[in-house]
């Protein structure tokens, strides 16, 4: 894995690398604005869509928070640690913040019943998310090659 060519990442300048560690979390707090503001339709009317999607609201947080938990200094908007984090959660899953997020948008949209909110989760939430996943496996395989390769054979997403 001696490639010259720079990743992502690393191609972009301190600037770029700020306004994108700023950029990316405000799309999630504008779905969140999203789902406070626009009409709502609770469980679209299906009043057991609501607990369905509490629940999986609920268990994206859990799984967004314990995935925090375990990256613990690796954590970071743009991908860089100085070690593979394969321990708790990331011993199953290779980008459970991802998943955690995408589990509670969807939740959240589904028990409030925002079509709006839907529309915007994919289109906007879920595309971004398998893009950074996508970009950051090529950064953590450039930087842990074989090592990194083992690990994602035997994790999901």
Known sequence: MNETKPDFWESLSPAKAALVTV??????MLALALAWFSPKHFGFGIRPLVYVGLTIGLSGIALWMMAMVHLGK?????????????????????????????????GLFLAVGSTVGMIYFFVVVLPLNIIRSRLEEKALLRKFGDAYNTYRQHTWF
């Open 23 to 28: 950029l990316v979390p405000s799309l999630y």
């Open 74 to 106: 690796s954590l970071a908007v743009l991908p860089g640690g100085e070690r593979l984090v394969t321990r708790g959660v990331y011993r199953y899953l290779r980008h459970p913040v991802y998943m955690g997020i995408d589990m509670t948008l969807f």
